[in-house]
Structures are given as structure tokens and as C-alpha cells.
């Protein structure tokens, strides 16, 4: 019997109207379906907005023509015919026309989803098979001739195509294998596989592969990277990454060179959210340089230790580390980090610190050290305690009346600080002069030899004081009082602030200095506490007066000026002084007695300094069309500062140099930026100052200018189309062209005269940057000058074809700056950069193409030149 019924959105109306045997009515109008044997499955929903036709009797089926539609449990299929086999408890799925995407058979799984011209499934075994089938795992898109499902979930391909390209009917890059296995969307194994570029096979096979199918962390191999530096060509950074549990994880890692070379390196990484987190990298190197027998031959092991630690103890308490042990060989030689070739210091910190609820004190304890790379020289603090106590206000009454104000001493604030600090400074006698001097075996002492060792000590750097104990106490007493009414200058607020500072420092030795016959200062350091009591005082006031001056162009209305001027005066004795008994004497061979302080941090030269500043803001406002006012705005047209100080106790040369700052932006489109130094004295023939003033009203000269700095920048772009598509920093640039750094010492080089390297988005048809940069230093005689032009430029060829271009010109020194010139090219799935400096220190090129994946980026990547770190080291 057949039955035929439109537009049917249920089979269980089908069935009660088709009087179906009474096994499968039931099963329908329960929403169940029952097997042969009687077992319960999951319910099923099955609707088609076509046509429903049913067979029942031998052979019995129903078939659901159009936007067809099943499910059952978490599973769902739709396509544009489905037929369903009660016999056999089969589903078969069909797509329409086949030059149409109407119908095509998708299969929902849980979070997997197949689509393809042709689905089978048993309901039974839970086992199903998809013919040309689709499908997406994480971030990239996958499609085989076949796919075979089974009840646990693991699928089996045939012929599989793996792509991060959208068009995986067509990609521009693919894995290919012909054989795949899924196993609980985590891992993908498969046998032979090889790239494809387009439907070209290139040389980069593999007699198998398993790969991860999901993002997350998961344990697995790593992969390597390969290129080639000055120890051979290389293999480095394969290992196995263990993803422990849910708060560590431990990679492990080692690099082969050609030449001999190897390394090995872990890292263990721990977190636990809101108390503690961190990671330790053990690192462990063996080079080995030219072959045996050749002059420079030699076999180096250098080694690294970092941990970092952070961990919070309590809401009020806290512990970290930040411990770096890595030898200058190890950073130069395998790290490929810029900022690790060029380091000249590392260093270490473990710190403790405490806070206490309600008064505001804190306590922090905290062990460092710092060593520099090319001197051997080292600086240790062991410890280092500090305590401060915030400000309080000690006569502010405890109760206070509604609207009362605060007495005049009631306004009297203070703090306190304290450091305890116990260091170790070694700065060796260099080797020449050790090896002079007849001790050549001290050549080969360490810092860490000294600190155990005072012998060690004093032969390495000729210096007796091994540590140098510390203890600090400050006490700064504030207070600000508000004038409302100056009776000279009528109703205008005058805010004043007295201070007082306090310090004292606690040694527990002093110096003791002579000489001997050949007038070598000897200093002999005598035990004893000594007590160094010094203080300061000052006072400042300052107000804000505002100005208006009528003005009218367009929308502009008006002109504020905000005049902010302070003037302050400290004093400071002389604790030079004899009377302060800070100071010792001793007589060099020609008779004449030298002064010196017996401890560290005396402050020489009374001070009664008179500082004074004036701050200027210009605005005005540009009316909006809006009646009601409510979009006018508040532009500011110039701020304008000046400052400078004058010593009434100094005996000569009282003013200090007067500096001047200006920024301003024109037609709000250029930001300029100038700052001068003037210096109110003159100068003497041979270039020295002379306490004689260079101000000459009948000249019309006021002072000499010393230094002299000034910028315009500005930078215009087209509107985006669409959505941001942002290139990465390319690996083939020259890192110093964007930071200005001296390869060897890692200091700003003075001599870069480039442009920093600019955002680049390919939505963003062009932008354009002008800087221009003048200077004019006058150091005695002597004038530098520099005046340097930059820009920096780039359009789209086309939408995914770009072209940068950075240089300058210096006017000065007639000459072009640093240059650089890029081309990028934005393809569907991959990205390529093409960076070129013609000339200049950091001469260079680099390529760079690599796919837009996050998994597959360093494995599919070809970057040239591979050793292009390693070459602008080789001077190092």
C-alpha cells in the first residue's frame, strides 16, 4: 500500500491516518522508535515540507521529499530527500540538482557536522557513511571522497584534504592523505601526507602524521624549525609538550646542529588562579666551532636558568621571584630573540611585601641582583627591607562639627619611610692590568667567588669593602593652607604649602683616607656606629589666574588664557660643613689638605633656592549649529611653560638655565612640539661660563641659547573598506629599523635617522606621514646641528596588494636617512612580506610567506634569510 500526502509535517499524523500495522503507530504517536528485538531508542522527529511517501509491507520505508529534516538524540540530519528504511533501521540522504547547493545531505553530530552528496546511517549500530563529504575542525576545513562514522564517535577518511582556505573545493595550500582517523575530535592521525600548493605536490612529505584537532591544551609533539646560522644548518625546538593536569604543564625541547652543535631545554609552567602562578626554563647548550685541528677551534657550554613566581599569600600579602642566571654565551649564541642578542645585563628579584589594613603601613623585603654581561661586574642587594607608614595628620581632632573647618594645624600631614640595605658591588681590575700587576690567576674570579670570599674579593677589585650596610630613615612634614584674598591683588586664591624633610642615615663604618708616597689615595674603613642627620625645608605657592580676550572668526568665540604661575624657595645648609662633623681631611705630598665626607650621601653646598614656573593654555571654543548648545567644544590652542630657579647662596652663577616647552596643533591635523634652554650667562674665549649676564636691554637680548628642539608630525589616511585586515610584524624586518637600536650595545643609537615602522592594514587604502625633526645643540664653542625630513607612505595596488615605503632626508648632512621599503601581498590564506634596506648601518632584506593559520604558521613558513639574526651579530 501507498500512501501520498503533502505538505505532511509529522510522520505520527501520517501513520494514524494510514492505519500503519500497530507496532509503528505506536512507536510514532510515543515519539519513539523500537528495533526488532524490542529495544528502546532515542525518540525521533522527521518533518518534509514537500511530500512524504510511504511504503509499507515488504520492504517497508518512508521517504521525505523537500527541506527533508530528521533527528534523534543529539544527532540531526537534513537534506533534500531522506529515506528512511524501518528493515533495516537505515537513513539515506540525498542532495538535489547537482549543479545546485539546494538540499545538500548535513549531518550534526554534537559539535561535528558533515556535508556531502550522499549520507547513509544505521540506526542500530550508530555507524553512518557520508560520500564527497565537508566538514570544519577548529580552524580549518576538511573534505574526503569518503567519511566513515562510528558509535564512539571516531571517523575514518578516505582521500582527505585538510586546508585553513575557505574554498576547499580549490585551495591554495592543502595537506593531503589518503587515509585519515579522527579520534574524539582531539587527535588526527594519518598515514602518507604531503603538502599541496593549489593541485601541485611539492617535495614536503611524511610517512605519517598525528595532529591535534582541537584548540586547548593537550599533550603532543612539537614541531621543529629549521634554518641554518653560523653553527650549521639546524633542526631546533622539537620536543614534547605534557599537559600534566589542570594547573601544569612541561614542555621539553632540543635543537641538532650539523657541525656538532646541540641544546636542550625545559620549561615547567604552573597556575593556580588567585594564589600563585609561574614557570622555571632550565636550558643547557654545547657549541662547538670550526673542526678539530682548526686555530679557532673550541667547544663552548653555556646554560640558562629563569624562574618567575608569582603567588598571593593572602588579600594583604604577596610573594614573587624574577630570577635570571644566564651566561652572555647562551643569550648571543641560541637565543633568537633581538632583545636577548643585544642584552648587555641580567638580573634577579625576589621580593616579599606586606600591607596592614586601616593606618596605611607597608613592608616590603626583597633580595636582587644585576650583572653586567661584558664587564663581569655585579651589584647584589642582600638584603633589602623598606617600611612606610602613610600620611596621617597627628592634631586632626577625632570628632568634628557639621560644617567646621579644619584649624590651621590641624592641616599638618607627615609620612614615614625607612630602608634597610645590605649591598655588594664588584667591579673587577680589568684583566690587563691583574696580569701587569703579577696575579694573574685572580683573572678568572667571579662575582659569586667574591661573595664568599673577602680575599677573592680584594684581589679581583683591589677594594677592601666587601659590604656596605645602610639604614635610612625619612620623615616629610607637609601641610597646605588656601588663602582666598591677597589684599594687594584683591579676591584670588593663592594655594600654599610648607614642607620640612628629615633624614637620617645609620652606617656601621666610616672612611678614613691617606696617602702614600706615590700620592695613591689608601682608604682604611674604621668600625663604629655613625649617625648622618641632614633636613631640608622649603615652601611653594601657586594659583591659577584666567584671562579672556575677545575674539570672533566662523564658529570661534573667544580666547582663554589659563595662567598657572608657582614659585617655591628651599633651603638646605651646607653639611660640608665643619660644624657638622661630616667631613674629614687628609694632606696629599704636596702639603695641600683635601677634603672628603666619611660616609656616603653627604650633601654638599647650602642651597636657598628660589624656583619659579609659569604655565600658559590658550583656548577657544567653535560653536556647534545645534540651538540648543549642546555640541560646542573646547579646543586648545597653545600651552606654553617656563621655569627656572635662582641660588641666593651660591657664590657664582646663581641663575640656573631657563627651559621652555610649547605644544600646539595646527588646523588640527599637525602636532608640533618645541622645547628650548637658554643659559642667562656668557661665556668665556676658551668656552667656559663667566658669572657675567648675557642680558642687553639695548641689543634686545635676553639670554644665550644652548639647546634648541623642535617637531611638526602629521599623518593622513583614507577611510577603511570594511573590516580590518592587519599584517602581522613581518620576521624578514630588520627589528632595529623599528626601534632605533644599536645592534652590539642595545642602547638608542644616535645615529639612527629613520622613521619607526607604521601600522599596516590592508582595508586602509593609503595613509601618508610627514615628521620633520630640527635640533641645534651649543655645547662651548661648538654647535651640532640637525634638521631631518621623514616620511612614510602606502597604498594598495590592489585590495590585496600593498607597498610601504620609510625614509628621510637629513639637511644637514645632505644625505638619505635609513630607508626601507615592503611590499605585501594579502592572499586568501596566506601572507607574504617582501622588506628591503638598501643602505645604511642596518643594510638588509628579508622575505617572508607563511599561511594565516595559528597551528600551522611556523610549520608552513618559509622565511629568508633563516640566519638573519644570527648575521647582524657577527661581530658579538
Known sequence: MIAIVNRLGFIALLLAVCGAPAAYTAAAQSGQQQSTSGGKKEPINFSATDSLIMRIGSGESATLKGEAALSFGDNALSAHRIRISFDSSEVHAFRGAPDTNDGIPTFTRGDETFAGDQFSYNLDSERGRVVRARSTIEEGFIRASVVKTREDGTLFFADGVYSTCECIDDPSYSLRSSRLKVVDQKWVYTGPIRLYLFNIATPLWLPFGFLPAQEGRRSGPLPPVYGEDDLGFYLRDFGWYFALNDYTDLQLQAGLWTRGSWQSSARFRYNRRYRFSGNLNVAYARLRNGERGDPDFSINQTSSIRWNHQQTLNPFASFDASVDLTTS???????????????????????????????????????????????????????????????????????????????????????????????????????????????????GIAWYDALFSQTDFVRATGRRERFRFKTSHSIPVTASFTLNRIPPFGAVQLNLSPSFRYTEDWFLQTERRSVDSTNKVITDLEPGFFALRQFNSGVTANTTIYGLFPFRAGPYRGIRHTLRPSLGFTYQPDFYGSQWGYTRTYADTSGTEVEYAIASGVRRGERQSLTFSIANTFETKKLSSDSSRTQDQTLKLLNLDLRSSYNFAADSLRFADIAITGRTKLFGQVDVNSSATLSPYRLSDAGGLINDYVFDLSKLKFARLTQLRASARTSIRSKNQGAARPLENPRGADPTLRSGLDPLTGQPDVNYRGTDAVYTDFAIPWSLTFDFTYSIARRSTESIRSAILNASVDFNLTPNWKIAARSGYDLEQREIVTTNLSVYRDFECWQLSLNWIPFGTYQSWGFDLHVKSGQLRDLLRIRQPRSDVGGRFSRL
Open 329 to 443: 654565551g647562551y643569550l648571543q649564541a641560541i637565543s633568537e630573540a633581538y632583545d636577548d642578542r643585544v642584552r648587555q645585563t641580567v638580573g634577579s628579584t625576589i621580593g616579599y611585601r606586606k600591607r596592614w589594613s586601616g593606618p596605611g603601613r607597608s613592608l616590603t623585603a626583597k633580595l636582587s641582583q644585576q650583572q653586567q654581561l661584558s664587564t663581569g661586574s655585579a651589584n647584589l642587594t642582600l638584603p633589602s627591607i623598606s617600611f612606610s607608614q602613610s600620611s596621617r595628620k597627628p592634631f586632626s581632632r577625632k570628632t568634628r562639627a557639621p560644617g567646621q573647618r579644619e584649624r590651621w594645624f590641624e592641616k599638618v600631614t607627615y609620612s614615614y619611610n625607612a630602608v634597610l640595605s645590605n649591598n655588594f658591588s664588584f667591579d673587577p681590575i680589568a684583566d690587563e692590568t691583574l696580569i701587569a700587576s703579577g696575579d694573574s690567576a685572580a683573572v
